[in-house]
């Protein structure tokens, strides 16, 4: 089946901790896409990639990086610099078509230990 | 920039319709989307808007005016399972197929 899938399903950080989130697809999608999402509210972007070995900042990328060594992997780490890192990060992919919407994982729900 | 607007709250009674309003400000536009989501999952795609006009999909349709900055949602004869956040989202006019979410309403579907 193809699909997004993102582990862990819940991530706890400790205080000066870097920790990273994996997101890997099997859709053959060029862009890859994280979002953080606070209760109530809706998805902010973080970070994008549009193609492998590229990658640009979104929103709210202070406190996180990103790599994209590979087409199907986009890992996020959240770094000790992210002072306020509990949130739900969903992953998200797309093909070049300007008219096709984003696939969503499941999600990673972190929260601070 | 983007900024978009759409109710926190909704709440309906089964079987009925209901309208989800949404409405934006943006630097550039190359098309809406709504999304739905449940509670603690993944945002799933309902439907996509670039013209004027309604799009209907089985029991959901959208709509989009371009130059009032305002697309709705209408779902009708809703069901209980209807009952999650719904999210309007504007793909800005560059190559990078980057999309600004709405806070999301929230639709309650009451028996």
């Known amino acids: 089946d193809g699909g997004i899938t993102q582990s862990p399903k819940y991530l706890f950080r400790k205080e000066g901790q870097n920790v990273t989130l994996s997101c890997e697809q099997n859709?053959?999608?060029?862009?890859m896409y994280w979002y953080r999402q606070d209760p109530g509210q809706g998805l902010r972007l973080i970070y994008y990639s549009q193609i492998v070995n590229d990658f640009q900042k979104g929103d709210i990328a202070e406190g996180y990086s990103v790599s994209r060594e590979k087409k199907e992997s986009f890992p996020l780490t959240v770094t000790s610099a992210q002072k306020n890192p509990t949130a739900f990060y969903l992953c998200?992919?797309?093909?070049?078509?300007?008219?096709?919407?984003?696939?969503f994982g499941d999600g990673t729900r972190l929260s601070i230990l | 920039g983007q900024n978009i607007d759409q109710p926190t709250e909704m709440t309906a009674t089964e079987g009925a319709i209901v309208q989800i309003n949404c409405t934006y400000q943006t630097s550039g536009f190359n098309g809406l989307f709504w999304y739905q989501q449940h509670a603690g999952e993944a945002p799933t795609f309902l439907s996509y808007n670039v013209l004027d006009g309604l799009e209907e999909k089985g029991r959901f349709s959208s709509f989009l005016s371009r130059s009032k900055g305002y697309s709705y949602l209408l779902l009708k004869e809703l069901q209980m399972k209807d009952s999650a956040s719904y999210l309007c989202a504007v793909r800005d006019g560059t190559n990078a197929g980057k999309s600004t979410f709405g806070d999301g309403t929230t639709l309650t579907v009451k028996p």
């Open positions: 859709l053959n999608h060029d862009a």
């Open positions: 998200a992919t797309k093909t070049r078509q300007i008219d096709q919407p984003q696939h």
